[in-house]
């Protein structure tokens, strides 16, 4: 594992931990890491459009199976979160 990918993984795991199932805190989380993978897409395309479509296809399917994988966390997550409640 790169330096960058266990200081993301400990950054995004504790940030998770924090927000508790504060929808507006998991939408900000969701909305800079979308936005960061956006910058990360242009600079890879060099910003061709064309090349950014193709990027940003694959990231919508890698995102579907990353979602698909941790769903059943999510779910349990979820269940824990309204019980607190």
Do not use: C, Q
Not at 58 to 71: D, I, K, P
């Amino acid at each position: 594992m790169s330096n960058f990918t266990a200081r993301l993984s400990a950054l995004t795991s504790a940030e998770m931990a924090a927000a508790r199932g504060d929808g507006e805190r998991l939408a900000t989380m969701f909305e800079r890491l979308l936005h960061s993978a956006g910058f990360t897409i242009a600079m890879m395309a060099d910003g061709d459009k064309k090349r950014m479509d193709e990027l940003l296809t694959g990231a919508e399917s890698y995102l579907y199976e990353a979602a698909a994988e941790h769903a059943p966390v999510g779910k349990l997550l979820g269940e824990l979160n309204r019980g607190r409640r």
